[in-house]
């Protein structure tokens, strides 16, 4: 699929960014673009990969329609990775994220049509599903600008996959709480039964990967991911970093905008979704978009309500087995 492709990657030099590229390397395509604003992380990365000829690097925003249809000429595919997503930034600057969750997928959706490229994969999020936040509502949003751009055009095909969170990504509480273990001796859980859905970034990427050679275009992808309680995962951390000595876990509060629990898949949703095989539920639009309904015809609905990560929890081991299998307990 990829094989002599141009493909541009936005939010390159993000923690998915790095994982996506690496895997893309491997299957031989003409050019990678990696498309982000941080110059510093552009140097990092290139040095990372050991100045590979396919990899070029660009300096943009996709704020900037410009250069986002600049970055776009001759393109292949496009692995919208680019935004703003920690909760509490986006609840005190909303205008700011809305610019880049929001306005940021619009060009894209608009550059990609203008460039006839075959396919943009868009990656959303749980906090999308049911939001209570505005990283949430922006996500929410990007999702539908994103299935809708599907009946704007019929060369360019426009897929999202939603998933939790990403072991080990940029801000990722593991980093948090190993920091809190090896330096302090004190962590800080927002609720104690708070819970949350986890995948190691190398299987969150094999999964997206799925979903760009399988869509048809106008659905979302939706992740099956293990879940599991954030004081556990943090339990496993202290009892690997620090087991000779004690460290204390305060509970904060749950923060602006955050949820006790997420869903990856809501009561509404669950009308439209089949069930796509043991790692994908797939939600069907309530919008028609030519082909796509005879394209999943004969698969079965999801017998859910919801899928929330307050279901089916692992338990202590199926975490510290998670944790290793990512690289994460040394």
């Given at each position: 699929m990829f094989i002599d492709k141009t493909?541009?990657?936005?939010?390159?030099?993000?923690?998915?960014?790095?994982?996506?590229?690496?895997?893309?390397?491997?299957?031989?395509?003409k050019e990678i673009r990696?498309?982000?604003?941080?110059?510093?992380?552009?140097?990092?990365?290139?040095?990372?990969?050991?100045?590979?000829?396919?990899?070029?690097?660009?300096?943009?925003?996709?704020?900037?329609k410009e250069a986002v249809l600049e970055g776009c000429k001759?393109?292949?595919?496009?692995?919208?990775?680019?935004?703003?997503?920690?909760?509490?930034?986006?609840?005190?600057?909303?205008?700011?994220?809305?610019?880049?969750n929001v306005v940021g997928t619009q060009n894209i959706i608009e550059a990609a049509i203008e460039n006839n490229v075959e396919k943009v994969i868009n990656i959303s999020t749980d906090k999308a599903a049911n939001p209570s936040n505005f990283y949430g509502f922006t996500k929410a949003m990007g999702e539908k600008l994103i299935i809708n751009a599907n009946v704007l055009t019929d060369k360019t095909?426009?897929?999202?996959?939603?998933?939790?969170?990403?072991?080990?990504?940029?801000?990722?509480?593991?980093?948090?709480?190993?920091?809190?273990?090896?330096?302090?001796?004190?962590?800080?859980?927002?609720?104690?039964?708070?819970?949350?859905?986890?995948?190691?970034?190398?299987d969150a990427i094999k999964l997206l990967f799925k979903a760009t050679y399988e869509s048809h275009g106008g659905e979302i992808f939706v992740m099956k991911m293990p879940t599991c309680?954030?004081?556990?995962?943090?339990?496993?951390?202290?009892?690997?970093?620090?087991?000779?000595?004690?460290?204390?876990?305060?509970?904060?509060?749950?923060?602006?905008?955050?949820?006790?629990?997420?869903?990856?898949?809501?009561?509404?949703?669950?009308?439209?979704?089949?069930?796509?095989?043991?790692?994908?539920?797939?939600?069907?639009p309530t919008i028609p978009i030519d082909g796509l309904?005879?394209?999943?015809?004969?698969y079965p609905k999801v017998d859910l309500d919801t899928y929330s990560s307050s279901d089916n929890i692992i338990d202590y081991d199926e975490i510290k087995s998670m944790l290793k299998d990512g690289g994460f307990l040394e």
């Amino acid at each position: 699929m990829f094989i002599d492709k141009t493909i541009l990657v936005t939010g390159g030099t993000g923690s998915w960014g790095y994982e996506l590229v690496a895997q893309l390397i491997e299957k031989n395509p003409k050019e990678i673009r990696v498309f982000s604003r941080n110059e510093t992380n552009q140097v990092l990365m290139k040095q990372r990969f050991e100045n590979n000829p396919k990899l070029t690097f660009k300096i943009g925003d996709v704020r900037d329609k410009e250069a986002v249809l600049e970055g776009c000429k001759g393109v292949d595919y496009v692995f919208h990775l680019a935004a703003l997503k920690h909760v509490p930034v986006c609840e005190f600057q909303p205008l700011e994220a809305l610019k880049t969750n929001v306005v940021g997928t619009q060009n894209i959706i608009e550059a990609a049509i203008e460039n006839n490229v075959e396919k943009v994969i868009n990656i959303s999020t749980d906090k999308a599903a049911n939001p209570s936040n505005f990283y949430g509502f922006t996500k929410a949003m990007g999702e539908k600008l994103i299935i809708n751009a599907n009946v704007l055009t019929d060369k360019t095909k426009f897929v999202c996959v939603r998933g939790g969170n990403v072991l080990g990504t940029n801000g990722s509480v593991i980093h948090v709480f190993k920091h809190g273990i090896m330096n302090k001796g004190k962590i800080g859980i927002t609720d104690q039964k708070m819970t949350r859905f986890f995948l190691t970034i190398k299987d969150a990427i094999k999964l997206l990967f799925k979903a760009t050679y399988e869509s048809h275009g106008g659905e979302i992808f939706v992740m099956k991911m293990p879940t599991c309680k954030i004081k556990d995962l943090a339990q496993v951390l202290i009892d690997v970093y620090s087991p000779n000595k004690e460290v204390i876990v305060e509970e904060s509060g749950i923060r602006p905008g955050e949820k006790l629990h997420e869903l990856l898949l809501t009561e509404f949703e669950s009308h439209n979704t089949i069930v796509y095989d043991n790692e994908y539920f797939v939600i069907l639009p309530t919008i028609p978009i030519d082909g796509l309904n005879e394209f999943y015809k004969g698969y079965p609905k999801v017998d859910l309500d919801t899928y929330s990560s307050s279901d089916n929890i692992i338990d202590y081991d199926e975490i510290k087995s998670m944790l290793k299998d990512g690289g994460f307990l040394e």
